[in-house]
Every structure is written in structure tokens, then in C-alpha cells.
């Protein structure tokens, strides 16, 4: 069984940061990428950053460019978000997600999914 477990969510003013991390354990399993998903209060589950381990390569939404960065280790089976510059409409449910598709920002192609981690922002 393969387990993804996120942490570092929380309320933040907007304009301020917080650090989503993400580790998982159990059984060993191949991946080509992990991501980050987010879904708000009414809105379908959306892409919001991956990174593909063969080549470091990383993928935004539009919406998170130059405010999120994603960074992992593929060794430790470990993904991060810093987000920076936070804003009201960054409030959601994030997911952390692992895929052996090449095409990491491809929602369906992700297999594993953590259960999620709330980010509040404040206006």
C-alpha cells in the first residue's frame, strides 16, 4: 500500500507564505513525477504544479507562476510547494499526487493521492 501524507497547510493574511510538503511510504512504486493539486469550495479539483524526476523539469499553472515553487527528491519520495505572495483565491484543499505518466501535469494520469492539506488565506 502506498500512503501520501501532506502537511504544512494552515490560515496565513494574504501576502504571506507557507511550505506544503508532502512524503510517501509504503511499498516501493514507480514514479515519474509528483504534483500538487488544489480544489476549492465549489470548483472542480485543478493542476497547480508538478515536477518530472528525469530531468528536474517543473510545471506551473498560470495562476501560481512566480509565486509557487515546487522541489522534491525522488530518492526520499518527498514533493514541496513553497507559496509565496498568498492570495484569497489560493484558498483550498491541496493534494499531493504521484504519476508514472510522462505527462505530469495530466490529472488523470496521477495514481496515488494524498488526503490533503487545507490552506486558508485571509483577506
Known amino acids: 500500500q502506498v500512503q501520501l501524507v501532506e502537511s504544512g497547510g494552515g490560515l496565513v493574511q494574504a501576502g504571506g507564505s507557507l511550505r506544503l510538503s508532502c512524503a510517501a511510504s509504503?511499498?516501493?512504486?514507480?514514479?515519474?513525477?509528483m504534483g500538487w493539486f488544489r480544489q476549492a469550495p465549489g470548483k472542480e479539483r485543478e493542476f497547480v504544479a508538478a515536477?518530472?524526476?528525469?530531468?528536474?523539469?517543473?510545471y506551473y499553472a498560470d495562476s501560481v507562476k512566480g509565486r509557487f515553487t515546487i522541489s522534491g527528491d525522488n530518492a526520499k519520495r518527498t514533493v514541496n510547494l513553497q507559496m509565496n505572495s498568498l492570495l484569497p483565491k489560493d484558498t483550498a484543499v491541496y493534494f499531493c499526487?504521484?504519476?508514472?505518466?510522462?505527462?505530469?501535469?495530466?490529472?488523470?494520469?496521477?495514481?496515488?493521492w494524498g488526503q490533503g492539506t487545507q490552506v486558508t488565506v485571509s483577506s
Open positions: 499526487a504521484a504519476t508514472p505518466g510522462i505527462f505530469v501535469t495530466y490529472q488523470p494520469g496521477y495514481d496515488y
Open positions: 515536477i518530472r524526476w528525469a530531468d528536474s523539469t517543473t
Open positions: 509504503g511499498r516501493t512504486f514507480s514514479t515519474n513525477g
